[in-house]
Every structure is written in structure tokens, then in C-alpha cells.
């Protein structure tokens, strides 16, 4: 017979008293008798402070406060994965004439590359919206790490295509499975985090996809050099260690633990207001409250219809937003491709008349693109709080619409180097400030659900903008006048759509997207 001692303790996570077996000793009269008074001393008297466990509910290491440095780590983190998928999605346009010559592969259009590449942009939205479901269940981390391996697999397989449609099956999924698994697991590990300096973070967060257009592009290109511009092949497989990258990071993505001792900093109350801990609570009340006050999933307590995702769906609201996002996504995703194209087709024609620009110096655009891009992400986030979001959109967008329709214009190196940053900075502002946007145009219960659906635009956009864009220039004869200039006519339009038909945005306490006729008032 052994004679299992118990022993309590206090978790350090949420206060709970619990016991924990102890190995048990050698028998003797003593530690039985030790035991004994051990069970029957009280509670208090029996907690070990010499040690630090946690209760099997949070078992978890010890929490940080909110806000604490060491979210930064995480933020970081998720930038770095950012950096190596999508650079390596903006690079793709780097082995656009090398694939073009290529025998082997059946000399593909540019439209051909353009698609896949395009199903690379548009599947990446609509996976996002799953991943961040799989992401509450296993973890942001696993999440990542299968994007890492889509990643790798992509550039892989692509390099074994033999046709036109195979290179467009074995990179766009898979390439789009890896951008809409490591956006959303990361985001939402770094939001858990934060509190206050949530939107600081969160451009920290973003500005990996401006970096990666910065640096992948131009490691792609001296790859690529190192094969004489002609055998893209193992060029691409090399690409594929950068899923190391991803893979690596991704061993520092983890979500705050968070329970109700903690408190309900960071998170929103019934009436979408931000609870302070610090303040005391407010007395309670009766069941019936003296007024129709806002609750989650309800219009209101008076009768008011249940806000249902379906019923959301149909209201102009929505339909606006996410046709703002189509717009939007059409011309950023569409830019992303066309810089190095644009700038190779210089000296040729029909543009026989201008420069010669290097592969050098057309991934030098790029960038200029990505890094202006990832530095604005870092600045608008950090000043978020301190402007009208709403003015900042409309401006950024119209900056991007501003530049693309400048982009046709651009003769020599220098001008392409400017019309890049100023467009970086628009793109950034916009595809920063959107997301905050759009969580205020829905009531806090399906905020998560509406903006997953809301950026499916995105995936629309890009989904149909690199291969109508090609075929806009392969029309006008190797042009990129037309096809420029309405990628800019739909940024335009993009910003006019969510000045004149998109609702004012519902506030903390105010009738949801179904009742807007209605008030609500809180007592």
C-alpha cells in the first residue's frame, strides 16, 4: 500500500486554491502522522509560496499585464511570417519573362502567369476567414506552420510545372492557402496582447507585407541573376527556403491566455463601451431596465428583431463595403504585379523611345513600394487615434488613385521611384485604416464574421484584377496606358462608394445595421 500526499497550492494565473499529489514518501509513522495534520490543517495554512503552478484551466505560464512588451515579440513575430509569404507572392512578377521564354512550359502569355498569380490573391481572403476559426482551435501557431509548408510547396511544385495550367493549379491554391493561414493567426495572436497600444502593434504587424515587397523582390532578382534570367526553375526552388522563415517564427505565436478573474480589459461590455478594470463597478440594477438598452445579437430589449448574419448581409451597409473592397482590391493587387513588368518594358515597345530599365532597377520600385508601404503602416497606427479615420481613408485612397493615374506617364527610374512611394504610402494608409473602419459598422457580437466577409472583396479584387489587367495590355498591344488608368478609376470609385452610399458607422450604443431608422437609448 503507498500513501499519496496532497499537497495545495495557488494558481498564479487566476487565483484558484488546488491540490497537486506530491511523489509519494517512504512509510513511517511520522509522514503518515505529517500527513494527517497536513489534511486537516486549513486551507490557508497549507499553501506552499515556494512554488508557482497553474490550475489545469489555465495551464498556461504566468500572464503578462496587457500592453506589456513583451506583445511586441509576438507582433514581431507575425511581421516576419507577413514578410516572407507575401514578398514572396509580390515576387512572382520577377520570373514573368524568364517563364514567358520558356519552352519547356509551353511559352505562356502573360495573361497565364498574371492567373495564377491572380488565384494566389483571391483564395488568400476567403481562406483567412476559416483560418481564424481553426485558429481558436488549434492555435495560431499550427496554423502558421501549415502556411509555412503551403508556402513551400507552391514554389516547389510550381517548379515541376510542364504547362501553362499546371503552373496556374500548383502555385495559385496553395500560395493562396499560405497567405489566408498566416494573416489572420497572427493578427489575432497580436491583438490578444494588446489593449491600448493595440493599433501600434497591429502596424507593426502589417508593415511585414510592405517589407516583403521591399526585400523579396530583389532576392528573387539576383536569383534569378545568378541563372542568367533564363532558368527560373531552380530559382523558385531556392525561393522555397523562405518558408523557413515563416516556419521559425511562427514558434513565438501565442495567444494571452484570458479568463473572467482577469477582468474585461481590451474587450468591449453589452453596450460596446471598454471596461476599466480600475474604475469601480456601477451598483446593480433591476431586470427591467428603465429604457431599450443595446445587447448582443438584439436590436434592441423593446421588441426588437435578432441581428442575424443573413439579414447583414443584405443591408447597403455590407453591399457597400464590400464593393469598396473589390474596388480597392482590384487596383492594390493589380499594382503589386505590374511594377516590374512596367518597368522592363521600357526600351521596348511600344515604349522604344524611353530608357532601358535593368531587372535591378525594376525590382528597385518594388522596393521603394514595400518599404515606404511598411514604414507608413508603422506611423498611421501609431497616429491612429489621433485623426478622423474616415478623412484619413478617403484621403489615402484618393493618394493611391492619385499615383496610379500618374504611373502611364513615367519615363525614366527616378519618376517610377516616386509615383512608387506615393503610392505605398495611399496603399498603406488605406489597407491600414479599413479594417477599424469596417469593425464599427457592425454590432460587436458579429463584428468577426461581417469583417471576414467584408474582406472577402479583397479576394474578389484580386482574384480578378493581375489577369484583366494583362489582357487590357496585351489588347492595347503591350500598352499599359488603358489598363492603368482603370485600375485608377476603380480606386477612385472605391473611395466615392464609401463617401456617398456606405451608412454612418454604428456607434457603441446605437441601433444596429438593421434597425437604423430606430433609436436606442441607454439609460
Known sequence: HQLKIWKAYVCHCCDEVLVAPLAPPPLSGQS???????????????IDESTT???????????????????YLVSIAAMITQMCVFGTGYAFSVFLNAMSADATLGHPSRAWVAAASGVNFGIGPFVGCLSGKLSDVFGPRRIVMFAAICHAAALILASYASTPLQLVFAYGPLMGCAFGCMVTPGSHATSSYFDKYRSAAMGVNYAGGGAGAALIPHVASLILAHYADADWRP????????????????LALTKRPHDEEEGDKGRLNHQGAAVNDDEPSPPAVSASPPAAVQLPNT???????????AS???????????????????????????????????GKAPYEARLTISLVGATAVTITFGAVQAVANILIGIAASHFNANIAYVASTMLFAAALFAWPWCSELWQLLIVASCAGCGAA??????????????????????????????????????????????????????????????????????????????????????AEASTVDVA
Not at 443591408?315 to 493587387?333: D, E, I, P
Not at 456617398?500 to 450604443?509: E, Y
Open 53 to 71: 503552478p497553474t490550475c489545469s484551466s489555465c495551464f498556461e505560464p504566468r500572464r503578462r499585464p496587457l500592453d506589456h512588451p513583451i506583445g
Open 312 to 346: 447583414l448581409l443584405l443591408t447597403r451597409r455590407f453591399v457597400s463595403l464590400f464593393s469598396v473592397a473589390v474596388m480597392f482590391g482590384y487596383a492594390f493587387y493589380s499594382t503589386v504585379f505590374f511594377w516590374v513588368p512596367f518597368a522592363r518594358a521600357q
Open 429 to 514: 494608409g488605406a489597407r491600414t485604416i479599413f479594417p477599424a473602419l469596417t469593425a464599427h459598422h457592425f454590432p460587436p457580437s458579429v463584428v468577426g464574421t461581417m469583417m471576414g466577409f467584408t474582406f472577402m472583396g479583397y479576394g474578389v479584387g484580386g482574384l480578378c484584377g493581375p489577369p484583366i489587367t494583362s489582357a487590357l495590355i496585351t489588347l492595347r498591344d503591350g500598352s499599359f496606358d488603358v489598363a492603368l488608368s482603370v485600375m485608377g478609376v476603380l480606386c477612385t470609385a472605391s473611395a466615392i462608394v464609401y463617401v456617398v452610399a456606405v451608412p454612418p458607422a454604428v456607434t457603441a450604443a446605437s441601433t444596429p445595421p438593421t
Open 32 to 46: 503518515i502522522r505529517r500527513t494527517m495534520r497536513q489534511r486537516l490543517l486549513p486551507t490557508a495554512d497549507r
Open 235 to 250: 530559382a523558385l526552388r531556392w525561393m522555397s527556403l523562405l518558408a523557413i522563415g515563416c516556419f521559425v517564427p511562427a
Open 299 to 309: 436590436a434592441a430589449v423593446t421588441g426588437g428583431p435578432i441581428v442575424s448574419i
